[in-house]
């Protein structure tokens, strides 16, 4: 595996993702469990944020601490199911700038359409999250990442839930300066660009629609 693609495989971020896999789970528990995960895999996306030293004033006496440097995050959802990991990283670093794009699949051809886009405008000097719990063909991520970087993204990572290995190939060669942090690369694409075995559709899982 190279050293681009990061597999959390923690044993409470995998215990967690199976019980999102299956296929009876509520809505209402798919939604947490993956809060929960986005916590887990937070965690590791952002391992390497740069640390700054401040004094402070225990109870006891005064010390030099660290604290994680003063750029705020930017943390992007691909609409509708980036929502979801969101919530979970915000309630880490809750002072975190966000940004949304809307990109559907077209259901025959898999092409990502982008229907919105809101990001913050001083985007440039700031690390940029990518969030969304899928990556299928990476159609959408790929799509996100090239529109990111035209408005002036520079320093970016992508966070998701599960991948298929066409997934991260594709990725890894059209945006090879972004590392990929995931749970689980999963055995293969099927023939409508589901990965298997999977969970099914991210969306309809975490809104209860289909
Ligand atoms: C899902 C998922 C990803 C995309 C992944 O979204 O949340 O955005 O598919 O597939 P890809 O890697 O092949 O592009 P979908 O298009 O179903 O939209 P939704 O989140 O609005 O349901
Ligand atoms: N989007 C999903 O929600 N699930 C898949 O398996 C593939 C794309």
């Known amino acids: 595996m190279s050293e681009h693609v990061t597999v959390v495989d923690h044993p409470l971020v995998q215990h967690k993702l199976t019980q999102m896999r299956v296929k009876d789970t509520p809505t209402a528990d798919f939604r947490r469990l993956l809060r929960e995960i986005a916590h887990l895999l937070a965690y590791e996306v952002m391992r390497d944020l740069p640390l700054e030293q401040t004094r402070i004033e225990t109870p006891m006496e005064p010390m030099t601490a660290p604290q994680i440097e003063g750029k705020k995050l930017v943390l992007v959802s691909i609409l509708r199911a980036g929502n979801g990991l969101l919530d979970g990283v915000l309630d880490l670093v809750p002072q975190a700038r966000v ?8 259901p025959e051809t898999l092409v990502a359409v982008e229907y919105y886009l809101k990001v913050p405008s001083d985007i440039e000097d700031r690390l940029v999250i990518v969030v969304d719990p899928m990556l299928a063909t990476a ?3 790929s799509a996100a990442l090239t529109r990111l970087k035209e408005v002036g993204a520079r320093n970016l990572k992508f966070l998701c839930l599960l991948a298929a290995p066409e997934g991260i190939e594709t990725l890894s060669r059209e945006h090879p300066d972004v590392p990929i942090f995931t749970a689980s690369i999963d055995d293969r694409l099927d023939d409508h660009g589901y990965i298997r075995p999977g969970l099914g559709d991210a969306g309809d899982r975490m809104f209860g629609t289909r």
């Not at 940004?99 to 559907?104: E, F, K, Q, V």
């Open 99 to 106: 940004g949304h794009i809307g990109l559907y699949r077209d």
């Open 139 to 141: 159609n959408s991520a």
